[in-house]
């Protein structure tokens, strides 16, 4: 049976609040200030007390405009969480439908978009940075926020000529979910963190845990 994830958009980061911000501090604080503590440093013909005063008004505005940006700013935070959650809920979705194809093929599959090819999925959860359908990627790739990386357990065989001998191996499989503004772990081991949120993992083997999948950072 198809299935699909949430259909919701998620609406895009108002970057351009950020922006406001940083112009509201850099040019109507900093610069104001400048004038005030050196308007007498100026040559003429500029009055030092018309740059003065002119200084105070100035900045007077611009403390006014950060009064009323800076509660975007928790907000913007408050909506990366929301987005990180979002991922986790989609890589939680994409990983019950693995296990409904290890269950029924008793083996993983080869590639992420066998689950749309099976018909598992009509197509992968929005991702929830750009309300567009997430999409695998290598690890370490570039613009991988909101994506995932599927990794699997593989058959292996032997072709003769009129015959092919498989070798079956316990299913397992690793996702891995990467976020865009949190450092995430460091699942590679290598000293720098690698966006990543969260990591779903699965081995069918009776009373197989965690400890009888590969590593992970013997996979990536």
């Given at each position: 049976m198809k299935e699909n994830g949430s259909e919701e958009k998620t609406t895009k980061e108002p970057k351009f609040y950020i922006l406001l911000f940083v112009l509201a501090v850099l040019i109507p604080v900093i610069g104001p200030l400048v004038a005030i503590f050196h308007a007498d440093k100026f040559r003429k013909p500029t009055k030092p007390i018309l740059l003065k005063i002119t200084g105070y008004l100035t900045l007077i505005a611009g403390l006014t405009g950060i009064y009323f940006i800076s509660p975007l700013i928790p907000g913007l935070a408050q909506k990366e969480s929301i987005r990180e959650t979002e991922l986790k809920g989609n890589l939680q979705y994409i990983?019950?439908?693995?296990?409904d194809y290890i269950y029924d093929h008793q083996a993983a599959p080869l590639d992420a978009t066998d689950l749309i090819d099976f018909g598992y999925l009509e197509e992968f959860p929005p991702n929830p940075w750009t309300g567009e359908p997430?999409?695998?990627?290598?690890?370490?790739?570039d613009n991988n926020a909101g994506n995932f990386t599927y990794i699997g357990s593989k058959l292996t065989g032997v072709e003769g000529d009129n015959w092919i001998m498989v070798s079956y191996v316990t299913p397992w499989y690793y996702l891995i979910g990467?976020?865009?503004?949190?450092?995430?772990e460091d699942i590679d081991l290598d000293g720098f963190p690698d966006h990543v949120i969260c990591v779903e993992h699965f081995n069918l083997a009776s009373g197989a845990g965690v400890d009888d999948i590969?590593?992970?950072v013997d996979v990536l």
């Amino acid at each position: 049976m198809k299935e699909n994830g949430s259909e919701e958009k998620t609406t895009k980061e108002p970057k351009f609040y950020i922006l406001l911000f940083v112009l509201a501090v850099l040019i109507p604080v900093i610069g104001p200030l400048v004038a005030i503590f050196h308007a007498d440093k100026f040559r003429k013909p500029t009055k030092p007390i018309l740059l003065k005063i002119t200084g105070y008004l100035t900045l007077i505005a611009g403390l006014t405009g950060i009064y009323f940006i800076s509660p975007l700013i928790p907000g913007l935070a408050q909506k990366e969480s929301i987005r990180e959650t979002e991922l986790k809920g989609n890589l939680q979705y994409i990983a019950s439908k693995i296990n409904d194809y290890i269950y029924d093929h008793q083996a993983a599959p080869l590639d992420a978009t066998d689950l749309i090819d099976f018909g598992y999925l009509e197509e992968f959860p929005p991702n929830p940075w750009t309300g567009e359908p997430m999409i695998p990627v290598n690890f370490n790739s570039d613009n991988n926020a909101g994506n995932f990386t599927y990794i699997g357990s593989k058959l292996t065989g032997v072709e003769g000529d009129n015959w092919i001998m498989v070798s079956y191996v316990t299913p397992w499989y690793y996702l891995i979910g990467y976020g865009k503004k949190s450092p995430g772990e460091d699942i590679d081991l290598d000293g720098f963190p690698d966006h990543v949120i969260c990591v779903e993992h699965f081995n069918l083997a009776s009373g197989a845990g965690v400890d009888d999948i590969p590593q992970l950072v013997d996979v990536l």
